[in-house]
C-alpha cells in the first residue's frame, strides 16, 4: 500500500470535531489556520494553526474536561 493511500484511511478514521476549523481569533494557544492537530488539553483532534496547541473551544474555555 503507498503512503498516500494509508495517510488516507488514517484521515478516514479520524474523528474531527469541525472540518471547517474555527475562525475565532487567535488565543491562549489557539489560533485558526489548515492543520491538523490534537488539543493538549482534551486531546481531541482540531483544524488549527500549524502552532496551535489547544483546540478554539479549550483556549476559549467554553468546553467542560472530565
Given at each position: 500500500m503507498c503512503y498516500a493511500t494509508e495517510q488516507a484511511e488514517k484521515l478516514n478514521k479520524i474523528e474531527i470535531r469541525n472540518w471547517n476549523g474555527d475562525k475565532r481569533p487567535k488565543l491562549n494557544g489557539w489560533a485558526p489556520g489548515n492543520y491538523i492537530s490534537r488539543c493538549f488539553?482534551?486531546?481531541e483532534q482540531f483544524i488549527g494553526d500549524k502552532g496551535a496547541i489547544?483546540?478554539?473551544d479549550c483556549a476559549y474555555g467554553t468546553k467542560e474536561h472530565p
Open positions: 488539553i482534551c486531546d489547544h483546540c478554539a
